[in-house]
C-alpha cells in the first residue's frame, strides 16, 4: 500500500469515527433535552394534580408525553452510553426490560389522559400521584445514575 493510499484510508476511518462520535453525542443530547422536557410537564402537572383543578389544560402536555416516551427507545441506540449521559449500562444489558418499563410508562399516561380528557380531577390525580414514583421512578433506578 503506498503511502497515499494509507493516508486516505486513515482519513477515510477518521471521517467515521468522528461522524459515529457526533451521532453519539446527537442523541444523547436529544434524549437529555427530551426527558428533562418530560420532567417540567411533570412538574406543570403537579399544582392542577395538588388543588384538584380542571385536568383538561394538562391534555397538550400529556400528548407530547406520550409522543416523546413512544420513541424513548429509540433514542438509545448501541454505542450511546458514553460521554454526557446519565444512562445506565443496564439500558442495553437489559433492553427488553427498559422497553418494557417504557410500555408500563406508556399505558399509565394513558390513563392520565383519560383522567385528563374527561375532567375528572380526583382521577387525574390518583394517576398523577402514580405515574412519578411508580413509573417514572421506575425506570430511573434501575436504568439512570445519580
Given at each position: 500500500?503506498?503511502?497515499?493510499v494509507?493516508?486516505?484510508?486513515?482519513?477515510?476511518?477518521?471521517?467515521?469515527?468522528?461522524?459515529?462520535?457526533?451521532?453519539?453525542?446527537?442523541?444523547?443530547?436529544?434524549?437529555?433535552?427530551?426527558?428533562?422536557?418530560?420532567?417540567?410537564?411533570?412538574?406543570?402537572?403537579?399544582?392542577?394534580?395538588?388543588?384538584?383543578?380542571?385536568?383538561?389544560?394538562?391534555?397538550?402536555?400529556?400528548?407530547?408525553?406520550?409522543a416523546?416516551?413512544?420513541?424513548?427507545?429509540?433514542?438509545?441506540?448501541?454505542?450511546?452510553g458514553?460521554?454526557?449521559?446519565k444512562?445506565?449500562?443496564?439500558?442495553?444489558?437489559?433492553?427488553?426490560?427498559?422497553?418494557?418499563?417504557n410500555?408500563?410508562?406508556?399505558?399509565?399516561?394513558?390513563t392520565?389522559r383519560?383522567?385528563?380528557?374527561a375532567?375528572?380531577?380526583?382521577?387525574?390525580?390518583?394517576?398523577?400521584?402514580?405515574?412519578?414514583?411508580q413509573?417514572?421512578?421506575?425506570?430511573?433506578?434501575?436504568f439512570?445514575?445519580?
Amino acid at each position: 500500500m503506498t503511502f497515499r493510499v494509507w493516508l486516505a484510508a486513515l482519513g477515510i476511518a477518521a471521517m467515521a469515527a468522528s461522524g459515529a462520535a457526533y451521532a453519539q453525542s446527537t442523541v444523547i443530547a436529544e434524549r437529555r433535552a427530551g426527558l428533562k422536557r418530560m420532567g417540567e410537564h411533570m412538574e406543570a402537572m403537579k399544582p392542577i394534580s395538588d388543588a384538584r383543578g380542571d385536568p383538561r389544560p394538562a391534555l397538550a402536555r400529556i400528548d407530547d408525553m406520550i409522543a416523546w416516551y413512544t420513541v424513548l427507545p429509540s433514542k438509545f441506540p448501541p454505542g450511546s452510553g458514553t460521554g454526557d449521559t446519565k444512562a445506565l449500562p443496564a439500558i442495553w444489558q437489559e433492553f427488553p426490560r427498559f422497553e418494557q418499563a417504557n410500555t408500563a410508562l406508556l399505558g399509565q399516561l394513558a390513563t392520565l389522559r383519560a383522567a385528563a380528557a374527561a375532567g375528572d380531577a380526583a382521577a387525574f390525580q390518583t394517576a398523577y400521584q402514580a405515574t412519578g414514583p411508580q413509573f417514572c421512578g421506575g425506570c430511573h433506578r434501575p436504568f439512570r445514575a445519580r
